[in-house]
């Protein structure tokens, strides 16, 4: 099937530094790609919709200016949490979409932040 | 907007049994897909089975099942021989034809196994 990588797995960042988080399809490529946000317990918000080569677009009430996302090849999305806050501590997972294998979105394994 | 219900957040079965999780949802749109997510302590999303809205048949995946209602908008999912690995959270999710993968999920049920 179609692999999809996040790193880093966990990071822990002091407030008001920023933070990178990558997304790679590691055995495809794949135009778009998708990030969501998972606090504990609760279910997946998407955060904004990845393409390559233009800009994000954001899901309502999402901070584009926070959360820059930047998806500069087939194959990398990147989302960087900017002056990070405690309050923006989540789990973040990203997707990617392979129509080869049939509508899906294959998830990479997510990336826990922690801002102290 | 899409709205994915499910409306137990918590769930438990004896390994073995039977055990069925319900989802509904709300759309104006004719075509789309609906899905079973899982996901385990690990946090990574398992993909369990995918529903096209066109086909009236419903779709399996061994000891899974889903029940798939479009006049409803309901979409259970029925695990069978349940085992201790099944253990997880379930997220039923709603994806647009048009959305690209864009999935809009429910708020997931917690499932126990227990021996």
């Known amino acids: 099937g179609a692999v999809v990588s996040q790193h880093p797995s966990w990071v822990i960042c002091k407030s008001g530094t920023s933070v990178k988080i990558e997304c790679r399809s590691l055995?495809?490529?794949?135009?778009?790609m998708f990030w969501y946000r998972q606090f504990p317990k609760q279910s997946l918000m998407l955060m904004a919709t990845?393409?390559?080569?233009?800009?994000?677009?954001?899901e309502q009430g999402v901070e584009k200016d926070k959360f820059l996302i930047n998806h500069a090849s087939l194959t990398l999305s990147t989302l960087t949490v900017t002056s990070a806050h405690p309050e923006d501590s989540s789990f973040y997972i990203c997707s990617a979409d392979y129509s080869v294998f049939g509508t899906e979105a294959f998830f990479g394994q997510g990336t826990r932040l922690t801002v102290v | 907007a899409q709205t994915v219900t499910q409306s137990q957040p918590e769930m438990s079965v004896q390994e073995a049994e039977t055990v069925t999780l319900s989802c509904t949802y709300d759309?104006?749109?004719?075509?789309?897909?609906l899905f079973w997510y899982k996901q385990p302590p690990s946090r990574q999303m398992i993909l369990v089975i995918r529903?096209?809205?066109?086909?009236?048949q419903n779709a399996t995946e061994n000891r899974f099942s889903v029940n798939f209602q479009k006049a409803a908008k309901s979409f259970s999912l029925k695990i069978s021989d349940s085992q201790l690995g099944d253990t997880a959270m379930y997220f039923c999710a709603f994806m647009k034809l048009d959305s690209g993968y864009a999935l809009n999920f429910g708020k997931g049920t917690s499932l126990l196994v227990t021996p």
């Open positions: 529903q096209e809205a066109y086909k009236q």
């Open positions: 990845s393409n390559e080569g233009s800009k994000a677009t954001y």
């Open positions: 759309t104006s749109e004719s075509n789309y897909y």
């Open positions: 055995d495809f490529q794949a135009t778009t």
